[in-house]
């Protein structure tokens, strides 16, 4: 779809920018390009020339360094000894597998999380409960923020894991995972903590936050989906969800996908090592796009936390007296792609559990937009965000009765 | 008085949001004032209906829960 403005495309189809972004496209949490220096590391390993990681031969072998080559830039992101990372198919299944996994392992059946947590978390949760866990959904305050004091009130003899996000990905809030980890060490409770947002964005190293199991996504270090990972220190004791052959040390079965891995371990090298540069450019952008849509749109209210308190890259909205499917279709129409912040919104028009955690109201959550900036956003698109947002806003709001 | 629901929907062993994207399209095929009959075992389906039928307005007419699983009785309003 060649929808964008003739200035977007032509500055965005020029520079090795993937040819996927050929519009103003903010919703980088929904889906990134893959980086062009990634692809082309994992080309030879979709066209030949590279074996099974378990097989014995030359080439095998050399796939096996290739794979552990990737386990140790992965490792790196975070400061996590390599040999504890688990390749998995995405974030959702490492979260289903430090959470089931660990649970099914332990002696007690108690679990404590937050009420803002990834669906895949949440969901995981449920799941236990129908086989006769407990579990405590820690609150948390306007701005989304998870409180320590709460997770050390919510934790009993019985605990067997904490498990806290270090930024939701809808309203964009960081949680206080350092806090939160050092109260689960000193009760001896393993932390386990959904870095999605986080990586490459913010510093995290799992030794200063007492950090036990930490759960990447490729495709948000701009490597390709189809890729994720569980980091766990080595005395984690996990049941495998997935069984066969016993790849990643049996934690994870099913050959693995070397050039999706491969890619991932590129994709969190180059996240490392540009993340000071690029997280300095998105702040300023994200920053410049909040300021013009609250002068710009009038009743318009700011969710998550403010300024150095949420991702660098995150800009989130609501408007209450506007759907928010109105604005997004109509963005749309104009070349503007955003999201709601939100897939299970965004399927049954329900609010999302994030905004009714945070207290906002029915009509508030109807009206919630999420932008979420990234590798290849420019001046240019956040400007035209700005210029567009207020008219389609205007024009809905003249349109309701 | 016993209500013999016109459709049944099991939506056991799966989890939001898809029970209540099912029955957003079950309610498509029922005619105003008929009922239906979902079951569920998701632990969180019990607020998620309240909430669903608060916002689209049909009558959430029964709730029981028999061990894990949840009945929920709704009739179509509008």
Known sequence: ?401 | MVVTPDKKLDCLGLYCPIPILKIREAMKALAVGQTIEMLSDDPASDADMKSWAARTGHDLLETDKHGAVFRFLVRKTR
């Open chain 1, 1 to 401: 779809m060649a929808r964008s403005s003739a200035s977007s495309s032509e500055r965005l189809g020029s520079g090795g920018v993937p040819a996927a972004v050929t519009r103003v496209y903010l919703d980088y949490a929904g889906f990134s390009p893959v980086d062009p220096r990634v692809v082309a590391v994992m080309r030879p390993f979709l066209e030949g020339g590279v074996g099974n990681p378990s097989t014995p031969h030359s080439l095998g072998l050399e796939a096996r360094a290739s794979l552990d080559g990737a386990r140790a830039k992965v490792a790196r992101l975070f400061g996590g000894s390599p040999s504890g990372v688990i390749f998995t198919s995405s974030a959702t299944e490492a979260n289903n597998l430090a959470i089931a996994g660990l649970a099914e392992r332990a002696s007690g059946r108690h679990l404590v999380t937050s009420a803002v947590e990834h669906v895949s978390v949440l969901n995981s949760c449920r799941d236990l409960e129908k086989r006769g866990w407990a579990v405590t959904y820690v609150g948390v305050d306007a701005e989304g923020r998870v409180d320590p004091d709460a997770v050390r009130r919510a934790l009993r003899p019985d605990t067997v894991l904490v498990s806290v996000m270090a930024a939701s990905g809808e309203i964009g809030t960081l949680e206080p995972v350092a806090e939160v980890g050092r109260i689960a060490r000193r009760q001896g409770v393993p932390f386990h903590v959904d870095a999605v947002g986080v990586a490459g964005r913010v510093a995290l190293s799992v030794d200063e936050c007492a950090i036990d199991l930490l759960t990447l996504s490729s495709n948000d270090l701009y490597g390709p989906p189809g890729a994720g990972a569980l980091w766990a220190r080595p005395e984690i004791k996990l049941a495998p969800r997935i069984l066969g052959g016993g790849q990643e040390r049996g934690f994870r079965s099913g050959t693995e996908n070397l050039p999706a891995i491969v890619g991932m371990g590129v994709a969190a090298d180059l996240a490392r090592l540009e993340r000071q540069a690029e997280v300095a450019r998105l702040r300023e952008l994200r920053d410049g796009l909040l300021e013009g849509i609250l002068e710009r749109v009038p009743g318009v209210r700011i969710t998550g936390a403010r300024g150095a308190a949420r991702l660098p890259h995150h800009a989130s909205v609501v408007l209450p007296d506007v759907k928010a499917d109105s604005i997004l279709l109509e963005l749309d129409l104009r070349g503007v792609a955003a999201s709601t912040g939100s897939a299970c919104n965004a399927l049954t028009g329900e609010p999302s559990h994030v905004l009714r955690a945070i207290g906002c109201t029915q009509a508030e959550a109807e009206g919630s937009l999420c932008f979420t900036l990234g590798r290849w956003t420019t001046t240019a698109e956040i400007d035209l965000v700005i210029e567009t947002l207020p008219l389609v806003v205007d024009r809905l709001r003249r349109l309701a009765p």
